[in-house]
């Protein structure tokens, strides 16, 4: 069950109930797609192509990626800056799905329209997450150092970055490409919970409650590939934007460049790197959205229905 159902009075959730379900549910899927996330913002960074025919770049395929940074960096690499990461997800994931149930209840009672509608999710969806992004933004820019940053570290720990960042770039760098995360996030989580409603019904029989499960799973994997196919240049943008001031970190990974803002860095990606630049690390991150909204949407389910079974024992 995701989002406010006037058919289940009984399974009505609290704020702080559905906060709980959405940052356990954020926790437990960071962990298990970190490493994807980390291989996905090398590509993201990489000026030079990725492609295994001109192997320009220090990256140039998926399984070269992950050798390359198990062989450099070792096994511990692939959960670089996890600590900030965990943070975003259990602080991302409780906002949201907080925000969004919350959302659809006050749809539901002060308008005419069903909450339970794809079109309603779609809205709900994209303001419960441009919420959750103003909010933790600076943890997605402490994530995105931390995964960046090659061997020697110029971050020892967590509170040595924000120290170093805050003293060096003062106090907005921490909200480094927030334009283009908000321009980005509304449609694709709008189109992550449009999506997610639309599937998850088709695949269940109309005479039956979800439980979550298998469906949840299928219909969040299929629900996140579409949205972030749609939405994937801005987050490019966005994490090109991020690591600015960070460039001594990037050296020995190839070529650095400097971006004055949203529209300098969207021209010259498209004039130095061309249209195929936008796209770049979009293998690693169709894998992960696939993986990462499937299992958000399945955890936050399995941990709703055992909120629930716990109220009711």
Same mark, same amino acid.
């Given at each position: 069950m995701v989002g406010y159902d006037p058919d289940s009075p009984g399974v009505v959730l609290s704020p702080e109930e559905a906060a709980l379900a959405g940052s356990a549910a954020g926790m437990v899927t960071r962990a298990l797609i970190s490493p994807l996330d980390v291989i996905k913002i090398r590509f993201q960074l990489q000026i030079e192509q990725v492609s295994w025919r001109s192997r320009q770049g220090?990256?140039?395929?998926?399984?070269? &990626?992950?050798?390359? %940074?198990?062989?450099?960096?070792?096994?511990?690499? @692939?959960?670089?800056?996890? %600590?900030? &990461?965990?943070? /975003? +997800?259990?602080?991302?994931?409780?906002?949201?799905? &907080? +925000? @969004?149930?919350? /959302?659809?209840?006050?749809?539901?009672?002060k308008t005419s329209y069903k909450s339970q509608t794809p079109g309603v999710h779609f809205i709900c969806g994209g303001l419960a997450a441009c919420s959750a992004t103003v909010a933790c933004q600076p943890l997605d820019t402490l994530r995105t150092r931390f995964a960046a940053q090659g061997e020697p570290k110029m971050y020892r720990n967590l509170r040595h970055a924000v120290a170093t960042m805050f003293r060096t770039e003062g106090p907005f760098t921490f909200y480094r490409g927030l334009t283009p995360t908000l321009v980005a996030v509304f449609p694709y989580a709008g189109m992550q919970f449009f999506f997610y409603n639309i599937l998850k019904k088709r695949l269940e029989p109309q005479d039956t409650k979800s439980k979550g499960g298998l469906h949840s799973l299928i219909s969040g994997s299929c629900a996140g590939v579409i949205s972030k196919t749609i939405t994937y240049p801005f987050d490019l943008i966005k994490k090109r934007l991020q690591v600015g001031g960070f460039e001594e970190a990037r050296m020995k990974f190839g070529q650095v460049q400097t971006y004055h803002g949203f529209a300098d860095c969207v021209v010259r990606i498209g004039r130095e790197e061309g249209p195929r630049g936008f796209f770049k690390g979009l293998s690693p991150s169709l894998l992960k959205a696939a993986l990462s909204t499937g299992f958000t949407f399945f955890w936050y389910e399995f941990f709703i229905n055992a909120i629930v079974s716990l109220k009711s024992s």
């Open positions: 220090k990256y140039w395929g998926l399984w070269q &990626a992950t050798r390359c %940074i198990m062989t450099e960096e070792g096994l511990p690499a @692939f959960w670089k800056g996890h %600590i900030p &990461a965990q943070l /975003l +997800s259990v602080c991302y994931g409780a906002v949201q799905f &907080a +925000s @969004f149930e919350a /959302l659809t209840e006050l749809v539901h009672k």
